[in-house]
């Protein structure tokens, strides 16, 4: 298993400025991924990350509004860029381990962010 | 392509009865399904898993889920609801060429004292 931590847990931002998302894992991973959870909404992935090499970002996400580092296998941040109301949602990291299933993804508790 | 459809965004039940959330998926792949949970303002918690094995899989807290090929289902099933069952639940799909895992819209169970 992983425990995965996530700062900040919740925070209230002014629209145009930016928030860095850190994502802690308690062991090394090959894969973290990043998704974004709307009000009401499911789960969706934002960008695969993994160590040594640039983020891999899904149809409809954007390095430039989304930059994401991974420096380590234990840590990631992901950045949501020049804020608007619409990026008002949870945040989620996750990582690939293997575990009771295989190939299993944990999840961190998210980050609830809100745009004004 | 993959996607799932949970059919029932909301489900009521009374303590003590069988739960059932339902969930078909579409996949090109022989796909990997999953049951995940989020209780409020928590993450989200492993339920299941089926990955080709056994198609009745046992999951955590009394919870389990049978892979129906020819009814391309996977409806996940609790013969007993407890109080602290009430949360989210999201029938998720992978498979093909990544882990990429692909969520269900979620289904919202209350339970009844």
């Known amino acids: 298993s992983a425990v995965i931590s996530q700062k900040p847990s919740r925070d209230i931002c002014q629209r145009g400025t930016s928030l860095t998302i850190q994502c802690q894992v308690d062991s090394q991973v090959t894969m973290m991924f990043w998704y974004r959870q709307q009000p009401g909404q499911s789960l969706t992935l934002i960008a695969t990350?993994?160590?040594?090499?640039?983020?891999?970002?899904e149809s409809g996400f954007v390095i430039d509004k989304f930059p994401i580092s991974r420096p380590n296998l234990t840590f990631s941040t992901l950045t949501v860029s020049n804020m608007s109301p619409e990026d008002s949602s949870i945040y989620l990291c996750s990582v690939e381990t293997s575990g009771t299933f295989h190939n299993e993804q944990f999840f961190g508790p998210g980050t609830r962010l809100t745009v004004l | 392509a993959q996607s799932v459809t949970q059919l029932d965004s909301h489900v009521s039940v009374s303590e003590g009865t069988p739960v059932l959330l339902r969930c078909n998926y579409s996949?090109?792949?022989?796909?990997?399904l999953f049951w995940y949970v989020q209780h409020p303002n928590k993450g989200l918690q492993l339920l299941l898993k089926y990955t080709s094995a056994a198609t009745l899989v046992k999951g955590i807290n009394g919870f389990e889920a049978e892979f129906k090929k020819s009814e391309t289902s996977f409806h996940l099933t609790k013969p007993s609801a407890h109080m602290s069952d009430a949360a989210e639940y999201f029938c998720?799909?992978?498979?093909?060429?990544?882990?990429?895992?692909?969520f269900g819209t979620g289904t919202l169970l209350a339970v009844q004292p």
């Open positions: 990350a993994n160590q040594g090499s640039e983020a891999t970002y």
């Open positions: 998720v799909v992978t498979g093909g060429a990544t882990n990429k895992l692909i």
């Open positions: 996949s090109s792949y022989s796909p990997s």
